[in-house]
């Protein structure tokens, strides 16, 4: 009798181990969240957090290496493991991730196409009216344009609507959606909207104290939604977002000129481009080359870099756009500032 209410008490004792192994072993088991481009991955990892309750339970990658350009990019066999294992895939558009279209995903993966969301309407770009302002002026041939624009997160408000959805995707995958850890994501996500708006608010701002209201580029040109939105104009040398065809002779001097009359101290280049162009009109007019960052990607160092974000790119952006536009030097200061 006894030996049996032993074997009875062993076989409670080992069910409940292996129950609670089982359980240690999927509490351990992080979910899976890939990302195409930088912004949504500082997205995801904002939203998540430092908190240990919600940062143990998620890796986060981005399936372009740091440094890449985002529009040549075609995922390796590596890379498409790496997607198709995924509990979450975030991407841009199909205008810009437009390999995406071509995968089959297993109920596994939730799927989340950002620029899908009601609150985004992607700008149609016509060569004909979009990009007269090179075209027409310029007569510089287009070689590599998207039928939509994909580069909405540009646009803050846009960015809000990233922030929501990148939100909600997270705690869709959470055991307990409506408990403490969601309460962080919602704190995180509130966090980073607060910002956006912040950096909304200073666009208008600087806008609207503008002695100039045209950025000039000597790089491929990302920023038509800041340019709708914010109602800029912009002079370019490049027709599109690529250096697929660089510009004539006759575009280059017709843009210095351009910048001599108008009295133009700043020409924007691109991040992780540096265009002969570029400092061929820094060197004819004597302007500064500033960086305006698209955001699609950032270099190895600064995707190593706990300082740098998509909200801190945006922050220099502010700054860099208002040296263009030649608002007050007060102004100027204390957006450097960071007021």
């Not at 000129?257 to 020409?267: N, P, Y």
């Not at 009109?281 to 974000?309: Q, R």
Request: aromatic residues 10%; proline residues 3%; glycine residues 2%.
């Amino acid at each position: 009798m006894r030996k049996k209410a032993l074997l009875i008490i062993i076989s409670i004792l080992l069910v409940v181990s292996l129950t609670s192994c089982a359980f240690i072993q999927r509490s351990t088991i992080k979910k899976q969240i890939v990302t195409t481009l930088y912004p949504e991955y500082d997205m995801v990892n904002k939203i998540i957090g430092t908190d240990q309750e919600t940062q143990n339970l998620f890796d986060v990658t981005m399936i372009i290496k740091p440094g890449q350009d985002s529009h040549t990019y075609d995922p390796s066999v590596k890379d498409l493991i790496t997607i198709k294992s995924a509990d979450i895939f975030i991407y841009t558009a199909d205008e810009m991730e437009t390999w995406v279209s071509d995968l089959s995903f297993s109920s596994k993966t939730l799927v989340v196409n950002l620029s899908k969301s009601d609150d985004i309407e992607l700008l149609k770009v016509e060569d004909e009216d979009e990009w007269e302002h090179t075209e027409e002026k310029m007569n510089h041939e287009h070689t590599h344009v998207h039928s939509y624009d994909p580069h909405y997160w540009i646009y803050p408000m846009y960015a809000v609507s990233m922030v929501k959805q990148i939100k909600q995707a997270i705690s869709s995958s959470l055991e307990d959606p409506l408990g403490t850890r969601n309460k962080i994501l919602d704190k995180n996500a509130n966090e980073y909207i607060h910002q956006l708006l912040k950096i909304d608010e200073d666009l208008k701002m600087i806008v609207d104290n503008a002695q100039n209201k045209t950025m000039y580029f000597g790089s491929p040109f990302s920023f038509y939604y800041l340019a709708y939105f914010y109602g800029l104009e912009y002079e370019l040398v490049y027709s599109t977002c690529s250096t697929e065809t660089e510009p004539s002779i006759d575009t280059l001097m017709h843009f210095i000129e351009k910048m001599k009359a108008e009295e133009i101290t700043v020409v924007f280049s691109k991040e992780l481009i540096n265009t002969e162009a570029c400092k061929m009109i820094a060197s004819h007019t004597g302007a500064t080359i500033l960086e305006l960052h698209s955001g699609h990607n950032v270099s190895a160092l600064d995707f190593n870099n706990p300082n740098i974000s998509y909200l801190s790119i945006m922050r220099q952006n502010v700054v860099n756009l208002a040296k263009m536009l030649k608002v007050d030097q007060t102004i100027l200061k204390n957006l450097e500032k960071g007021e």
